[in-house]
């Protein structure tokens, strides 16, 4: 692993990394190597939460639960790395309120940065055979832009934001299509601050003076 990154830092115009990977695969001699890295260069640990709520993570077969998350992400941050949190904005069995819950968690933590993706769903895996069958419903456009600008009104000012919404390869997603229309989902979500006329923070529990 650290060939690699030596590798990708020795080119002139790389001036840092982003490593992704899960909550549950980051032991202490593996921090530890992150943390040299983070003093050498623009460093980000990307973490994949998804949802704070353990019955989400049970559906989703995650194989951790939120504690695992915290126990690393608190670890992460005592080697001072700066933790950017990935979070699935829709799963089925999530309500509003469990949404804006992982929100409030991340605020309390104050993380460095968040990556908000949508749940979509995509040819031969499970979720998508579970689409197929109408097992399942996928947000509408309208929904999930609304429920965006509801996370970010309650995340800590400071967090900086990654990504606003994803999507699959063309080819293989089956819904939602509109995913696909990146540009105007996110006009969509300055729109929806503009119509409220808030911004991020504006309900955050935990900001501190």
């Known amino acids: 692993m650290s060939c690699a990154y030596d590798q990708a830092l020795s080119v002139s115009d790389v001036v840092g990394l982003a490593v992704g990977t899960r ?7 593996v921090l530890d190597l992150l943390g040299e890295y983070h ?6 640990l990307e973490l994949g939460l998804q949802s704070s709520h353990d019955k989400t993570l049970d559906w989703l077969k995650r194989g951790h639960d939120f504690a695992t998350f915290t126990k690393a992400y608190h670890a992460a941050k ?11 904005i829709g799963f089925p069995g999530e309500s509003r309120a ?14 460095d940065g968040v990556k908000l993706h949508l749940l979509h769903a995509l040819q031969n895996t499970p979720l998508g055979d579970l ?7 996928l947000l509408e456009m309208d929904t999930y832009v609304g429920l965006v600008v509801d996370v970010m009104e309650r995340l800590h000012p400071a967090t900086l934001i990654h990504r606003l919404t994803g999507d699959g390869p063309r080819e293989q997603l089956l819904a939602p299509r509109w995913s696909l229309k990146k540009w105007e989902v996110l ?7 503009l119509r409220r006329g808030s911004r991020q923070g504006d309900d955050c529990r935990s900001q501190t003076g």
């Not at 689409?131 to 419903?137: A, S």
């Open 23 to 29: 909550p549950d695969c980051v032991p202490s001699e």
């Open 39 to 44: 003093l050498r260069s623009y460093f980000w």
């Open 78 to 88: 005592a080697r001072g790395l700066r933790v950017c949190v990935h979070v699935i």
């Open 98 to 111: 469990d949404m804006l819950a992982t929100a409030d968690v991340l605020a309390e933590l104050q993380v």
């Open 131 to 137: 689409y197929v069958e109408n097992k399942i419903q």
């Open 187 to 193: 006009n969509a979500i300055d729109a929806e601050f």
